[in-house]
């Protein structure tokens, strides 16, 4: 394995994600114990053996559903997604089968109402990584590539339609909610005018920034503040305004091509240039950014649906 790969960025899994294979893992244990019953586990009747395996798949269950509450909860909120990567993914992995061994080490000394030597819980763990390592670094890898490939994918499929000369028309359209989902408008009326002024609005008293919803580019989340981009006289402009990303999304709700790509991106998808992929999702270039807009897993259909609208001809 080329160890530059292990730097390569990776998608941050869900709370759905680790309940699911908490829950799996748990279950995995439990059959896995009283099927083959190692350990001599053997040597117990029937009720003290059910008893047993599902003290240790409940442990197993729990470290998992505890380190993906804890990762979801505390650390997702306060993660930079781009700096995620193969190899903090992989380690983190092994944190939580750390976690795994200990917590069953910890059991079986309460089970057998005995006091494990230090030596054992270090044997315990020497096992443990030593069967896991493999597989774990396997199957991460082959998350990788499958991220890697469909997300590709999905970024060439785009790339040539951002190229197509596209006309809009009047008639059925459809616009994004603040929340990046697509919600079905069908206009009577003539669609709104694209050249008619927007008004962000800031928290502190007066804080406004007036401009046209064709230049409108992109708006960054920064903690308290919201970057917003546009485009004046053929140049970049970007300006701080005190808000959150979710009001500035109700604030642009009437433009039906700005889309919440992210959960700190908005983007103008008339305004995208290209389009690329890595195994986080997609990776959209913006008409006179150097920065470019990420657009999440979970937002790449609704990103697809919308950039087809945009470029179909009607």
Not at 97 to 121: A, D, E, F, R, S
Not at 243 to 263: F, G, K, M, P, W
Request: aromatic share 12%.
């Amino acid at each position: 394995m080329h160890w530059k790969i292990l730097s390569e960025p990776f998608p941050i899994n869900t709370w759905k994600w680790y309940r699911l294979r908490g829950l799996g893992f748990g279950l995995f244990v439990f059959l896995f114990l009283l099927l083959f019953q190692p350990f001599s586990l053997n040597l117990f009747d029937t009720p003290k053996l059910l008893y047993v395996t599902l003290v240790y798949g409940a442990a197993t269950g729990a470290v998992i559903l505890c380190g993906g509450w804890i990762f979801s909860k505390w650390i997702i909120p306060r993660l930079d997604d781009e700096k995620w990567t193969l190899g903090r993914q992989i380690f983190w992995n092994l944190l939580l089968m750390i976690g795994i061994t200990l917590l069953n080490v910890y059991v079986t000394q309460l089970m057998h109402q005995t006091v494990l030597p230090l030596w054992w819980w270090f044997v315990m763990l020497k096992w443990v990584l030593m069967l896991g390592v493999l597989p774990v670094v396997v199957a991460e890898l082959i998350a990788y590539n499958q991220h890697l490939r469909y997300n590709l994918k999905a970024a060439t499929q785009l790339s040539q339609l951002v190229q197509q000369q596209t006309i809009i028309s009047d008639g059925n359209l459809y616009s994004a909610s603040s929340s990046g989902s697509l919600a079905h408008q069908n206009f009577t009326t003539p669609l709104p005018d694209h050249k008619a002024p927007i008004i962000l609005m800031g928290e502190n008293q007066g804080e406004k920034l007036e401009l046209l919803h064709d230049n409108l580019l992109a708006v960054q989340a920064l903690d308290n503040y919201v970057n917003v981009f546009w485009e004046a006289d053929d140049q970049l402009q970007s300006a701080l305004l005190r808000n959150t990303l979710t009001n500035i999304a109700e604030q642009v709700s009437d433009a039906a091509y700005i889309y919440r790509s992210h959960r700190s991106w908005l983007v103008n998808v008339q305004r995208v240039a290209r389009v690329d992929g890595n195994a986080q999702g997609l990776k959209l270039s913006v008409e006179l950014m150097d920065q470019q807009v990420p657009v999440s897993r979970s937002n790449i259909p609704g990103y697809r649906q919308l950039a087809e609208l945009q470029h179909q001809v009607n």
